[in-house]
């Protein structure tokens, strides 16, 4: 079992800045691939950026390239997810997710939450304009 638990969350002003943390715990070193999802009210959840806990360069969305960067402090058992530039297109429930995937599906553009079969329980941001 993998527990995930994120925290960070919370409301701030356009142009603003949030660091999520999702710190997990259990058998987590063959779950490979750490994953933060966003889910908006009335719509899907969509994966925002993901880690190989081996390393390797990260996967963004387009809509974060450039203003979102995901870390891990692998003897902490931590993912961070480092947010700039907020914008209230970025309000959503952010979610941390964990599993083993192939490097390839990490990294898609097509990852789909139904890969992922643990999950934290999410952490609100809120961007007011």
């Known amino acids: 079992q993998v527990q995930l638990v994120e925290s960070g969350g919370g409301s701030v002003q356009a142009g603003g800045s949030l660091r999520l943390s999702c710190a997990a715990s259990?058998?987590?070193?063959?779950?490979?691939?750490m994953a933060w999802f966003r889910q908006a009210p009335g719509k899907e959840r969509e994966g925002v950026a993901t880690i190989l806990r081996s390393g390797g360069s990260p996967y963004y969305t387009d809509s974060v390239k450039g203003r979102f960067a995901i870390s891990q402090d692998n003897a902490k058992n931590t993912v961070y997810l480092q947010m700039n530039s907020l914008k209230p297109e970025d309000t959503a429930m952010y979610y941390c997710?964990?599993?083993?995937?192939?490097?390839?599906?990490?990294?898609?553009?097509?990852?789909?939450?139904?890969?992922?079969?643990?999950w934290g329980q999410g952490t609100q941001v809120t961007v007011s304009s």
């Open positions: 997710a964990a599993d083993s995937l192939r490097s390839y599906d990490c990294y898609s553009d097509s990852m789909s939450p139904t890969w992922f079969g643990y």
């Open positions: 259990g058998y987590t070193y063959s779950r490979n691939c």
